[in-house]
């Protein structure tokens, strides 16, 4: 994998007309319009995966606090303000039982009596209490004397249970509104991927960018291409997984992402793409899913981004435009251009294809002529003789050489054909 950093330029590149880059999209996009492919992961980042038929629900509660920080923020603070209300009425109801179990609702007015809580005089003012001893506010016009055991018990049992609940609830709710999926929502991927050549091999790119000053710490990249296949044995593999070599052997997947880069995969014998062209591209059902991860350098929390290229949104022979370009004393990211592409002239062959090819090309001589005298059926005794006879009037500098030099280019150059 090659991470490509805009090539700095001196001049801000040449953009396109408005009418060329509104048609040449719309083009792409009819193109293959008419073959929808239903997508696993959405451009979003979001998985189009739904659960269903789960009968071991109880395992949800087992892991309550990540039950409660996965859901909606409707109902998280449904469940806060519920949870707060019930154990504010309950310990009220409690206060108010042991008042009315020890007669001092009865004996309001009688300065004589000690009561359980002073100024208790009915549910409401057991609920107002309630709310003063686990908030920890403590107006002092209600308090507990020392006369009542049962409700110093009471006192205490409430204090440790709201400080339970405080630390429950209140954690949920900062890990909920500490959680770093809103700055996945500033990490862009290219609305296309690409397939163009690059250093003389077939590559497949994308593009990567962080819209923030502040970095994203020890980020890396990966891509996976889901793929429905069938084994050799006849079993059929529905949206079967295969990771893209991004760079792992060499370390180019972990990233400096300050300014947008461009991910390289190179099509070789391992890639899943190694028998892929042009034309089999768009009649194939594939999803190419990428993955960017790291931590971020205000909170130290890790974050995910994830995007996804189905086959029609992967255009074969076209280059991304440049982004980056220099200025008075610093680099400026044109994110207008971030996704642009342009298109580039590409073999529309396979890499395997492509492969064999360039490895024709490289034959030696003896065994183009070799290959030309067995396609004319002369035996193996014939074939050698010919062949070191070849050979050995290539070597000789006389006057017949050019002729016999054009007649030998002429057979391997069929025989290349």
């Known amino acids: 994998m090659e991470q490509d950093v805009e090539s700095p330029a001196f001049g801000r590149q040449p953009m396109w007309t408005k009418p060329a880059r509104e048609d040449l999209p719309k083009q792409l996009v009819d193109k293959s319009a008419a073959k929808k492919i239903q997508r696993y992961v959405r451009k979003d980042g979001k998985c189009n995966v739904h659960h269903g038929n789960i009968r071991e629900t109880y395992r949800y509660l087992t892991d309550i606090f990540t039950t409660l920080v996965d859901l909606k923020w409707g109902l998280n603070l449904f469940i806060f303000v519920l949870v707060y209300t019930v154990t504010w009425l309950f310990f009220g109801f409690m206060w108010w039982l042991i008042a009315y179990l020890r007669g001092d609702l009865d004996h309001i007015a009688d300065d004589q009596w000690t009561p359980c809580v002073n100024n208790l005089n009915g549910f409401v003012s057991a609920f107002l209490f309630s709310i003063e001893t686990e908030t920890t506010i403590g107006y002092g016009y209600r308090v507990i004397t020392d006369k009542c055991p049962e409700g110093i018990l009471l006192l205490l049992i409430q204090s440790v249970l709201g400080s339970i609940v405080n630390a429950f609830m209140v954690g949920c709710m900062f890990v909920k509104i500490s959680q770093p999926k809103k700055r996945a929502e500033t990490l862009v991927f290219s609305t296309n991927a690409v397939i163009s050549m690059r250093d003389g091999r077939l590559c497949l790119m994308f ?73 089999s591209l768009v009649r194939d059902e594939l999803e190419l899913v990428v993955i960017l991860e790291g931590m971020v350098e205000a909170t130290g929390m890790t974050c995910q981004a994830r995007s996804s290229y189905v086959s029609s949104e992967i255009k074969w022979g076209y280059r991304f435009t440049p982004v980056l370009t220099l200025e008075d004393g610093f680099y400026e990211v044109d994110y207008n251009s971030f996704h642009n592409i342009y298109e580039t002239t590409t073999p529309s062959c396979s890499a395997r294809e492509l492969s064999d090819m360039s490895g024709r090309m490289r034959l030696p001589l003896t065994w183009s002529l070799a290959s030309k005298l067995s396609q004319q059926g002369l035996p193996d005794t014939h074939l050698e003789s010919n062949v070191k006879k070849l050979a050995d009037l290539d070597s000789k500098e006389d006057t017949k050489q050019p002729e016999r030099n054009g007649e030998i280019g002429s057979i391997e150059s069929e025989s290349k054909v």
Not at 215 to 242: C, D, M, W, Y
């Open 207 to 279: 593009r990567v960018g962080d819209l923030r000053n502040s970095h994203i710490v020890e980020a890396s990249i990966r891509a996976k291409l889901i793929k429905s296949k069938q084994t050799k044995e006849g079993e059929f593999i529905p949206l079967n997984q295969t990771d893209l070599n991004v760079g792992y052997n060499t370390g180019d997947d972990r990233l400096f992402l300050v300014s947008p880069l461009i991910i390289s995969h190179e099509i070789n014998q391992q890639s899943p793409f190694w028998d892929i062209s042009q034309a």
